[in-house]
Nanobody
Framework: VQLQASGGGLVQPGGFLRLSCAAS????????MGWYRQAPGKRREFVAS???????NYADSVKGRFTISRDIAKDTVALQMNNLQREDTAVYYC??????????WGQGTQVTVSS
């Protein structure tokens, strides 16, 4: 599975961004798709995920602000990020886990929240 992430950028606190991850296979053929992030000097951390059945999971730090969704026709998974805060600044990575439990990563996309 190849993943292509896009949509990062610079935004002011309180602003919003939408990240997109395009998969080379149908999202239905992938067990779980999700987003992780890594801030400078920190370990990569889980942000949000969605199963092929549509179940979602979020890190506590983003609940109520971020929404993960999928576009079945385009085989993409999106992360809508609202009310962004400085602590959301990080490189965001798209991840896919196949039904064979193999894990795939896309290239990161930088999100910077700054005034």
């Amino acid at each position: 599975v190849q993943l292509q992430a896009s949509g990062g950028g610079l935004v002011q606190p309180g602003g919003f961004l939408r990240l997109s991850c395009a998969a080379s296979e149908s999202v239905f053929s992938i067990s779980v798709m999700g987003w992780y992030r890594q801030a400078p000097g920190k370990r990569r951390e889980f942000v949000a995920s969605m199963t092929s059945g549509g179940s979602t999971n979020y890190a506590d730090s983003v609940k109520g602000r971020f929404t993960i969704s999928r576009d079945i026709a385009k085989d993409t998974v999106a992360l809508q990020m609202n009310n962004l805060q400085r602590e959301d600044t990080a490189v965001y990575y798209c991840n896919a886990i196949g039904f064979d439990r193999l894990s795939y990563w896309g290239q990161g996309t930088q999100v910077t929240v700054s005034s």
